[in-house]
């Protein structure tokens, strides 16, 4: 079992649309990083949080420390959005991050 | 512009061959990554590095090798021993390791392919 799980696997929008990913983790963390991968597999960091809420432009990452969980919000969505969204935990007080196995978003014009 | 260049993009391998993944840094990063990608699976570290001619074994280290020669550079070796080398491979840095969390800056990835 993944010590971080995703939800969902896939998920289909119409644009426009308020998106949720979800992501669940096992045990304490000390940083939790949302990551966004294009079709030609490069990756890019959108965020990285240990407590609270971030926002950048259309973005949201939330984190709640007790109940071990974080959601990525997308708002406004469009189809330049379309990617795998990755979420990743130092978990514990490893030195190393543990990845999901990501949500493929498409969203549709 | 600051970033991580791995190259090639595409990689195929014969039989038997040892291939060697490049990537370079020009970001003044401490710690180099090496992650393997699976589909239907989550990223896997295979290596990483803290500093300079110092590295160390991730989670599926065996049937690759890295050098860490110089900060800029964090070359991995997929040597004949990994029985299952098709993958997709990234190459991450990070300004520092250990307890302070810095976000991890990656590649474009290569594609490696058995032929």
């Known amino acids: 079992k993944n010590e971080v799980e995703q939800s969902p696997q896939n998920l289909t929008a119409q644009e426009g649309e308020f998106i949720t990913i979800n992501c669940s983790y096992s045990?304490?963390?000390?940083?939790l990083h949302w990551l966004q991968q294009h079709p030609g597999g490069g990756i890019v960091s959108l965020f990285m949080?240990?407590?609270g809420k971030k926002k950048h432009g259309r973005l949201i990452a939330t984190i709640n420390i007790q109940e071990k969980h974080s959601s990525l919000h997308i708002t406004a969505s469009h189809p330049r959005d379309s990617a795998v969204y990755i979420c990743?935990?130092?978990?514990?007080?490893?030195?190393?991050?543990?990845f999901g196995k990501g949500t493929l978003l498409t969203v549709n014009p | 512009d600051g970033g991580i260049t791995q190259s090639p993009k595409y990689l195929f391998r014969k039989e038997g061959q040892n291939v060697t993944l490049s990537c370079e840094q020009n970001?003044?990063?401490?710690?180099m990554y090496w992650y393997r990608q699976d589909p239907g699976q989550g990223l896997r570290l295979i290596y990483y590095?803290?500093?300079?001619?110092?590295?160390q074994k991730g989670d599926i280290a065996e049937g690759y090798s890295v050098s860490r020669e110089k900060k800029e550079s964090f070359p991995l070796t997929v040597t004949s021993a990994q029985k299952n080398p098709t993958a997709f491979y990234l190459c991450?840095?990070?300004?520092?390791?250990?307890?302070?969390?810095?976000?991890?800056?990656f590649g474009d990835g290569t594609r490696l392919s058995i032929l």
């Open positions: 991450a840095s990070s300004s520092s390791q250990g307890t302070s969390n810095q976000p991890q800056h």
């Open positions: 045990v304490g963390i000390s940083a």
């Open positions: 949080l240990s407590s």
């Open positions: 990743a935990g130092r978990l514990g007080g490893n030195y190393k991050l543990t």
């Open positions: 970001l003044n990063h401490d710690a």
């Open positions: 590095s803290q500093i300079v001619n110092d590295f």
